[in-house]
């Protein structure tokens, strides 16, 4: 996939989580919205102008976008199957979201079998990984704030099978097959990004 730039306001992106995504579940795609710019951010230092933040940013912001709009949430196996099917292309044409980021989201659920063939598209599936992690690790700070979480303590965690264990770890640790990253350095800044969230 080349280099597709999104000339759709995040105003308008914004809208159309207001409409789908209920209050309590908007973090998590805040979170994305912010981890994803500051990836993208971090190539752009390596290669000037190789990615666009604001398009990687409204990757994460919508990435979820069909999640709660999914009958029969108790399923969690048939849940996942519909997960970024045709109701996320449906949702994201609303707003003639383009085809192409519209696979690129799709493809951070593996049931889809989308390939991943976008860097952006490799961020995304990082990404999302990391930052449910970085909030699982968020709860258990006394003061139960990402702010207090620490590069270290994400790290420590990710060798404990038992905490988080719903995160799959080599879903985040992708990042170093895929996008060339060691995972210390991911944790570092979408961490950092996620503090300003
Ligand atoms: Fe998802
Ligand atoms: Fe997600």
């Given amino acids: 996939m080349n280099l597709i730039i999104l000339h759709i306001p995040r105003e308008i992106c914004l809208k159309l989580v207001e409409k789908y995504v209920s209050p309590e579940s908007r973090l998590h795609l805040f979170n994305a ?14 290669e000037p102008g190789s990615e666009d933040e604001h398009t ?24 996942m199957h519909e997960h970024c099917g045709p109701l996320t292309e449906k949702f994201l044409k609303e707003i003639d979201f383009p085809d192409d980021l519209i696979r690129a989201i799709q493809s951070h659920n593996e049931v889809q079998d989308i390939p991943r063939d976008s860097k952006l598209a490799k961020a995304l599936f990082a990404v999302d990984g990391l930052t449910g992690f970085i909030v699982a690790v968020s709860k258990v700070m006394p003061d139960k704030k990402v702010a207090s979480v620490k590069i270290e303590s994400v790290l420590k965690r990710f060798k404990e099978a038992r905490f988080a264990a719903a995160v799959n770890r080599e879903h985040i640790y992708t990042c170093e097959t895929e996008l060339g990253i060691p995972r210390e350095k991911l944790v570092e800044i979408v961490l950092g990004a996620m503090k300003k969230v």
């Fill in 33 to 46: 919205e912010a981890g994803m710019a500051a990836l993208a951010k971090y190539f752009n230092e390596i």
């Fill in 56 to 79: 990687w940013a409204m990757c994460g912001l919508l990435h979820d976008i069909d999640y709660e709009q999914i009958a029969g949430k108790e399923n969690m196996e048939a849940h």
